[in-house]
């Protein structure tokens, strides 16, 4: 089955400043990889996501890239703010209407003042 | 809000009780989940259901016992459970041709 690994667990970025989270996945048949944000209380948030014939998508402040050769991806944060400190979680799936969505463990986000 | 709605938003229950969680969404998605979320693990997927069949049961212990009546509801019921279960459950559903899965709040769950 899948297996997701996230680094790292816990990331501290000066506000401005940008920060990135990185993904591995091990089935080489996954083909959608979602970022949520979780914030105090809340459940996850999907913030973007990127599919296997994609390597690279952006909106706005976030980004993420994508190298299925090497089956990692990443989450790029640029001018970071105060409101990104969060929990973000990676994760890895196919895109059927059933399948399960695996997991890495998250990055804690603190953005310094 | 997300259109997924979890009850109670916090939970504390003995050992010996009997309790349920419950999801509801109305987004028409067909597929839910629910999730547990510990502290320091990744979200550990429990069960599946696509139009209210179970289609995934990720060795979940039985004590933790899912039912789906419709494509609309989702409950977890519980019965001795063990202190190590204390986690946030989280619930969450996507539909057909759409990818993003989305989350309730989670219901806090402390067993004493």
């Known amino acids: 089955g899948e297996n997701v690994e996230q680094h790292p667990s816990t990331l501290s970025v000066q506000e401005g400043d940008s920060a990135v989270i990185k993904c591995t996945y091990s089935?080489?048949?996954?083909?959608?990889f979602p970022w949520y944000k979780q914030e105090l209380g809340k459940g996850p948030q999907l913030i973007i996501d990127i599919r296997s014939n994609v390597g690279e998508k952006k909106d706005q402040r976030i980004a993420v890239t994508l190298n299925k050769t090497a089956k990692h991806f990443s989450l790029h944060i640029t001018e970071t703010q105060p409101e990104d400190s969060a929990v973000y979680f990676c994760?890895?799936?196919?895109?059927?209407?059933?399948?399960?969505?695996?997991f890495g463990k998250g990055t804690r986000l603190h953005i310094l003042p | 809000e997300t259109g997924v709605t979890q009850t109670p938003r916090h939970l504390v229950m003995g050992m010996t009780n009997k309790k349920s969680l419950k999801c509801e969404q109305h987004?028409?998605?067909?597929?839910m989940y629910w999730y547990k979320q510990s502290a320091k693990k990744p979200l550990e997927l429990m069960f599946v259901y696509n139009f209210k069949e179970q289609t995934e049961n990720n060795s979940v212990p039985s004590r933790f016992s899912p039912e789906c009546p419709n494509s609309s509801h989702l409950f977890l019921h519980l019965h001795t459970l063990q202190p190590e279960d204390s986690a946030l459950y989280l619930c969450?559903?996507?539909?057909?041709?759409?990818?993003?899965?989305?989350f309730g709040q989670g219901t806090r769950l402390t067993v004493v």
């Open positions: 987004l028409g998605h067909n597929a």
């Open positions: 994760a890895a799936t196919l895109m059927n209407r059933d399948d399960k969505i695996i």
């Open positions: 969450a559903s996507r539909s057909d041709g759409n990818t993003e899965a989305f």
């Open positions: 089935d080489s048949a996954s083909n959608y």
